[in-house]
């Protein structure tokens, strides 16, 4: 079929398809124009008068349904249609690119579908470190984490007893309300940090002074906060060890020898307590950290009672 002289090609038709959005005859000119018959198409004249009110949504210059034919004398006025986008999706709760986790505890490990003993070194896991001063908790805990095949973070209560800078409650002062204070908040604060770990997949290792006869300094603070998945593990060397580890230490890490040897009597009540105990006496830290590989493995399979 030929067209008039100067007169724009309609676009083709596609199968299951009106004419295309946009397109009309009278908007490409703006006077007489008589286009020859195109199937699917209205005759349109010269526009002498607006357009009718009430278009149809999605009119573009042809019927786009079974809608009723015009008036005589007046042609459709072109209607583009406006897109509509979806309002963007709420931006989650992030720290970063990391999704914050949520306020539940930590559950149990589970251990591994394959037999045999479980692999402590390629597990997710949280992991309490407890001793006296010199026990050696900081140097194991820092040397484990290093040195596992997926990533651990180390977590020191006493690190972060330290970020508060006027007003520390020196341990060297002995323990009272301000003290017990600050060691609450920084308790909390460790809590929220593994489970922000562990959260992302990143085991972790934290130490403290657990006490087993102190509830205020003990494991029930740390499930609380960390969760049931915990695994306590104590290292307790015997006390002339200690002694020597904690002359060599200085600052306000370093206690009197009095103080050491009542804080390591009283750890002596974890003896009977149902938690894995490491003397660590004869081993030095790479040896250590075998050990509490092995006593991991065992907690994993069959997790402590505490």
């Not at 596609?14 to 018959?37: D, E, K, L």
């Not at 278009?55 to 015009?70: E, N, V």
């Not at 040397?143 to 977590?155: E, F, K, L, Q, S």
């Not at 009977?272 to 490491?278: D, E, F, N, T």
């Amino acid at each position: 079929m030929q067209h008039a002289v100067g007169s724009p090609l309609p676009p083709p038709h596609q199968p299951g398809h009106g004419p295309a959005v946009g397109w009309s005859p009278a908007a490409q000119h703006p006077g007489p124009h008589h286009p020859g018959a195109h199937p699917g198409s209205a005759p349109a004249s010269a526009p002498q008068g607006p357009a009718p009110v009430g278009s149809p949504p999605g009119f573009a210059g042809a019927p786009t349904g079974p809608h009723a034919p015009h008036p005589p004398g007046h042609a459709p006025a072109p209607h583009h249609t406006v897109p509509h986008h979806a309002p963007p999706p709420p931006t989650p709760d992030t720290t970063g690119h990391v999704q914050l986790p949520p306020g539940g505890p930590v559950p149990m490990p589970s251990a591994p579908p394959t037999a045999g003993t479980p692999d402590p070194t390629s597990t997710t896991l949280a992991v309490l470190l407890i001793g006296p001063a010199g026990a050696g908790k900081t140097s194991v805990a820092k040397y484990w984490a290093d040195h596992r095949r997926v990533p651990t973070a180390h977590i020191s209560l006493d690190d972060v007893r330290e970020w508060v800078r006027s007003g520390f409650a020196d341990p060297q002062s002995g323990w009272n309300d301000h003290s017990e204070a600050q060691y609450r908040l920084a308790r909390r604060t460790c809590g929220f940090a593994a489970r922000n770990f562990l959260a992302n997949n990143i085991s972790c290792i934290l130490d403290d002074a657990v006490f087993p006869d102190r509830p205020v300094v003990g494991l029930g603070g740390w499930k609380r906060h960390v969760g049931p998945g915990l695994l306590p593990v104590v290292l307790l060397p015997g006390l002339e060890i200690v002694l020597e580890r904690n002359a060599e230490r200085s600052g306000n890490r370093r206690l009197t020898d009095e103080e050491v040897a009542r804080i390591h009597g009283r750890m002596a009540g974890w003896y009977g307590s149902g938690l894995p105990i490491i003397d660590n006496s004869q081993l030095d830290v790479p040896q250590t950290a075998r050990v509490l590989d092995d006593v991991l493995a065992r907690s994993i399979a069959s997790p402590p009672q505490w």
